[in-house]
């Protein structure tokens, strides 16, 4: 296998549920509790500017309401995305990919940034991602990770972006899941964590891939998975897991 500069301890969207997810308040917790790398969701602004939410519909998790994708990044960034969790972040706002990366490079943290497309722009998110990453990163001693659920958002990145390592999102082990990844050209597989045993760990590390897992919150689950050998756990309990443990 080539080698993996990332940490094995992922923090779920910058803190887990501590902070209001995908902002730069997150990312500080994340970072206060020990954590130096970062799972964050990215989705395009009508205006095509690559910003942090996880939904398609702002209702959720900010003051906003309607598509998030069909708003420009002028009125998204004015926003509050704070005030839904708790008092303490009201007014946070929310956080474009580039204030993200300038975060993560000035403190020395490292970012999976999951393409997360409002539906029916999966190829061109993945293609204007990948490009600002590649922009943002460049030469950064260790790039950001790239994943997706969404095989032509990885597909756009890769075209785009071929250096910018990839991962295949999963939540089912399909028939074709190992063939999928390794035509995407992929690195990792990250899938739900209840999806990897000795079997299908041992046929990912045969292709050369790395075994991520997501949302771990119980310690019997990331001892199950450390048991395995598995490369990657990303969880919202910032609070309950040491990231060098």
Request: aromatic share 8%; net charge negative; glycine share 10%.
């Given at each position: 296998?080539?080698?993996?500069?990332y940490p094995r301890?992922?923090?779920?969207?910058?803190?887990?549920?501590?902070?209001?997810?995908?902002t730069l308040?997150?990312?500080?917790?994340?970072?206060a509790h020990g954590?130096?790398?970062f799972?964050?969701?990215v989705?395009?602004?009508?205006?095509?500017?690559p910003?942090?939410m996880h939904d398609?519909t702002l209702q959720?998790?900010?003051?906003?309401?309607g598509?998030?994708?069909?708003?420009s990044?002028?009125?998204?960034?004015?926003?509050?995305a704070?005030?839904?969790?708790?008092?303490?972040?009201a007014?946070?706002?929310?956080?474009s990919?580039?204030n993200a990366a300038r975060?993560c490079?000035?403190?020395?943290?490292?970012?999976?940034?999951?393409?997360?497309?409002?539906?029916?722009?999966?190829r061109?998110t993945g293609?204007v991602?990948?490009?600002?990453?590649q922009?943002l990163?460049?030469?950064?001693?260790v790039?950001p990770?790239?994943?997706?659920?969404?095989?032509?958002a990885?597909?756009?990145a890769?075209?785009?972006?071929?250096g910018?390592?990839?991962g295949l999102l999963?939540?089912?082990?399909r028939a074709d899941?190992?063939?999928?990844?390794?035509?995407l050209?992929c690195?990792?597989?990250?899938?739900n964590?209840?999806?990897?045993?000795a079997?299908?760990?041992?046929q990912a590390?045969?292709a050369?891939?790395?075994?991520?897992?997501?949302?771990?919150n119980?310690?019997?689950?990331a001892?199950r998975?450390?048991?395995?050998?598995?490369?990657?756990i990303?969880?919202?309990?910032?609070?309950?897991?040491?990231?060098?443990?």
């Amino acid at each position: 296998m080539t080698p993996w500069p990332y940490p094995r301890w992922i923090a779920h969207r910058g803190a887990g549920k501590l902070a209001p997810e995908n902002t730069l308040a997150a990312f500080r917790l994340g970072a206060a509790h020990g954590y130096r790398m970062f799972e964050c969701d990215v989705k395009l602004s009508a205006d095509s500017v690559p910003f942090l939410m996880h939904d398609a519909t702002l209702q959720r998790t900010t003051n906003g309401t309607g598509t998030g994708g069909d708003k420009s990044w002028g009125d998204l960034s004015q926003l509050d995305a704070g005030s839904w969790h708790s008092r303490a972040f009201a007014g946070e706002p929310l956080a474009s990919l580039e204030n993200a990366a300038r975060f993560c490079l000035h403190n020395g943290h490292l970012l999976n940034i999951e393409i997360k497309p409002t539906p029916g722009v999966e190829r061109r998110t993945g293609e204007v991602v990948a490009q600002h990453a590649q922009r943002l990163w460049a030469g950064a001693t260790v790039p950001p990770l790239l994943t997706s659920f969404q095989p032509a958002a990885l597909a756009g990145a890769r075209d785009t972006a071929p250096g910018l390592p990839r991962g295949l999102l999963l939540d089912t082990l399909r028939a074709d899941w190992l063939d999928a990844a390794l035509q995407l050209g992929c690195v990792a597989i990250v899938c739900n964590h209840a999806l990897w045993n000795a079997a299908t760990v041992a046929q990912a590390q045969a292709a050369g891939l790395r075994t991520l897992s997501y949302t771990v919150n119980d310690e019997w689950a990331a001892e199950r998975l450390v048991a395995l050998g598995t490369d990657g756990i990303i969880t919202d309990r910032v609070d309950l897991f040491a990231p060098a443990g």
